[in-house]
């Protein structure tokens, strides 16, 4: 069979296996094992524990259990909820304050936990209600928190970063700070449409009180006084601290990922015994039971993944699929706009996991020859993959949204989300034209 034919014939199994409910993972390895027994010699399935060992046996991907230990142990303490209730304490006086401090407890919180559902889940849990008690509608409330809660896979520690640092052979530590910039740049844009939104609706409540006596749903309040804001600050600062201190020793060069990872989640597990007193062994339990069995899903995802690709790699389809793509003779930006839509299109229905270390063998080699930076393109793929976390179908962020406030109708909060897709996407075209954006920082820092 030609090259074509086993490549069309791969694809559609995997296909097939996707949508017949099975896991992803299993029917990743699925497909890879039928193709080798079917493709390739028989001995070749002798080495697939070593093939799988050998492609996890990265340093790197040590890192990922350790920043989820981390993540696991402030999103499930109170610490996003202080977060969020210092912020807002500071905001309070800001129109449309409100939602710009849980903007911000998004971005704070991500860039500490390095979780999406976590950050939704923690913020969301405790800003939803207070949005909504102060006049903000469900839906605009809920997409706040869903397109705030993107940003835990672009700030690090980003497992997604990672992921794509081991696909792409790239400097995870110039990744990371590439990431800072454009997650400063979305958190500007949600902040001011937050802001704008607020004010929209705001007017129209006044209109409608004028016109009809409709009672405005936005109740007036007092500004937090300072002792009110400087109550609030003992709780926050520990964590804010640690995010400062994890980041310093990752740059600074005193530490490499994996001893900052390891760092972080030591240091996250004792602030949250002694803040909050969660140092009893059942109340610890939570933490590394979720911790172990999101690791072990997330690490057999990419293993097989990662079996997936070298079966590709071995039957010539990825080389193939390259080629075929280069022998288009796209223009550049062409090219990078058809790779864009073809992540947004696998967002529906796949995890970034998966899509990076899927595409990572067919993409990069076209990329790498049209001369775009993999760094750079790093940054906008994982913009356009939190597309996918936050765009129906099956975005991710809207369903844990959805089971965080269920009396929010599914619809609204599709409709919320819709305006923060449209400033990704304002994002990623504005990177495009300015690469000095993502650019900048690493090359300031490291060179």
């Known amino acids: 069979m030609s090259e074509l034919g086993i490549g069309l014939l791969y694809g559609g199994a995997t296909l097939v296996a996707m949508f017949s409910g099975m896991p992803i993972a299993f029917a990743l390895g699925a497909v890879a094992v039928a193709f080798m027994l079917g493709f390739m010699p028989v001995s070749s399935l002798d080495t697939i524990t070593q093939n799988v060992y050998e492609e996890m046996a990265s340093i790197t991907l040590l890192s990922i259990p350790l920043f989820i230990l981390k993540g696991a142990a402030i999103g499930k303490s109170r610490a996003g909820q202080d977060l969020y209730l210092a ?51 469900p839906g605009f409330a809920a997409g706040i928190i869903a397109a705030g809660g993107t940003l835990g896979i672009l700030l690090p520690p980003s497992i997604t970063m990672i ?22 740049l979305l958190v500007g844009l949600f902040s001011c449409y937050a802001a704008w ?22 109740p007036s309040e007092p500004p937090a006084t300072m002792r009110e804001k400087l109550a609030l600050l003992p709780r926050v600062l520990p964590f804010v601290t640690l995010l400062i201190g994890v980041m310093a020793a990752l740059y600074g060069g005193y530490a490499t990922p994996s001893e900052t990872a390891g760092l972080g989640g030591l240091l996250a597990i004792g602030l949250i015994a002694v803040i909050y007193r969660m140092w009893n062994p059942r109340q610890l339990a939570p933490i590394l039971t979720g911790t172990l069995r999101e690791s072990t899903m997330l690490m057999f995802i990419i293993g097989m993944s990662l079996l997936y690709s070298y079966v590709m790699s ?43 270390l899927m595409t990572a063998p067919i993409i990069l080699p076209p990329l790498r020859a049209a001369g775009f930076d993999l760094v750079w393109f790093g940054v906008v793929m994982t913009i356009v993959m939190e597309l ?3 765009h129906p179908p099956v975005g991710l962020n809207i369903f844990v949204i959805k089971n965080t406030a269920p009396d929010i109708a599914l619809r609204d909060i599709v409709w919320g989300v819709m305006p923060f897709v449209v400033l990704m996407v304002l994002a990623v075209v504005l990177i495009c034209a300015l690469p000095g954006l993502s650019l900048w920082l690493p090359d300031r820092l490291m060179g």
Request: hydrophobic share 50%; proline share 6%.
């Open 87 to 137: 912020l807002h304490a500071w905001m309070r006086r800001i129109p449309g304050g409100l939602g710009i401090a849980n903007v911000f407890a998004c971005g704070l919180f991500a860039a500490m936990a390095g979780s999406s559902p976590a950050t939704c889940s923690a913020i969301g849990s405790a800003g939803i209600p207070e949005m909504r008690q102060r006049g903000y509608s």
């Open 163 to 184: 992921l794509y640092a081991v696909a792409a052979e790239q400097s995870l530590g110039r990744l990371f700070l590439a990431g800072i910039v454009p997650a400063l």
């Open 197 to 218: 939104r607020y004010r929209h609706e705001y007017a129209r409540a006044q209109v409608a009180l004028a016109r009809d006596g409709t009672p405005s749903p936005f």
């Open 314 to 356: 071995y039957l010539h389809i990825s080389q193939s699929a390259a080629q075929w793509i280069v022998g288009l003779h796209l223009s550049r930006w062409v090219l990078l706009t058809a790779i864009l839509l073809m992540v947004v299109v696998l967002g529906f229905f796949l995890p970034p996991v998966s899509i990076i």
């Open 388 to 390: 996918g976390l936050i």
